[in-house]
């Protein structure tokens, strides 16, 4: 595994991460996910993503239980805040800011989090005043550093103005072979202001690593065929992405790699890219993930990636 400098931060993070959406506490198992973070720290995995809005405080509370024994310096630990946790509880203001991070403590079983990030931009509440507020927690050492996820460069903007408060160290966007939106202006505003990518989705939820064909059916045990972790994959299995994937497959054939790995090679070609998160129910897919660590691709191989990819717009 290598590392990587996230933003201006003192943290090194492991080039692959590992994530809790849609699995730790929901749709795997509790002997699995053990089992995946196991194996993620032996495979030199050493940061952990969550939010308090994956399974409503389900992913913190299992990430609480299994971290509670393991050295605090061995990981870094991030989670985030915006979504709602009840109807009155949701957003970036002060009160929430100070409410939802004593709450995620908790369940996490720690005293702070390394990064703490806003989930989404809130309109509804000042800059300024979420800014001082990340400022406080910072203060009274509940969070290390923090950072934001799909915030646009005007957002980014607005924060890097407000005088006399801690900046963001990180950015967390969609990013992927087949969703390029960040490399336009949300990669350079960063890369100019000491922040970082920690991208999710780098598999396009799955897509990416092959197992899904045009006109077919999910297969039974794959996160599309789940209740619980398909119901955003629409976009991902439409025939035209199907048939774009197939066409990436001859180049990791070519490689002798696995298409997870050419993939996440793929992200971690863009050096503002510090890590990307992956999801696993089973070990033998981090073992994969993890492999892509310090793989590098040919400007050929990037060249035929972006003919096969052409001018899709998964969007669309």
Known sequence: MQ??????????????????WLTV????????????LARAFELGINLIDTANVYGMGAAETVLGEQLKDRPRDSYVLATKLFFPMSPEDKGLSRAQIHKQI?????????DHVDLYQCHRYDSETPIEET????AEIIAAGKARYI??????????????????????????????????RPEAKVIPICRDNGMSQIVWSPLAQGVLTGKYEPGKPPPADSRAASPEMGGMMD???????????VKLKPIAADLGISMAQLALAWVLREQNVASAIIGASRPSQIE???????????????????????DLNPAA
Do not use: H
Not at 3 to 20: A, F, H, N, T, W
Not at 25 to 36: F, K, P
């Open 131 to 134: 800014m001082e507020a990340f």
């Open 3 to 20: 590392y990587r400098q996230l933003g201006d931060s003192d943290l090194k993070v492991s080039e692959i991460s590992l994530g809790s």
């Open 25 to 36: 506490g929901l749709g795997v198992e509790r002997d699995a996910a053990d089992a995946c």
């Open 235 to 245: 976009r991902w299995r439409k025939d035209e992405v199907l048939q774009t994937v």
């Open 102 to 110: 004593d709450a995620s403590l908790k369940r996490l079983q720690t």
């Open 288 to 310: 994969d993930n993890c492999a892509a660590s310090d793989m590098k691709l040919s400007a050929e191989t990037l060249a035929r990636i972006d003919a096969a990819v052409g």
């Open 147 to 180: 950072g934001f996820s799909e915030w646009g460069p005007a957002q980014i903007q607005a924060s890097l103005d407000v005088p006399n408060v801690k900046k963001f160290v990180s950015s967390q966007p969609q990013y992927s072979i087949l969703w390029r």
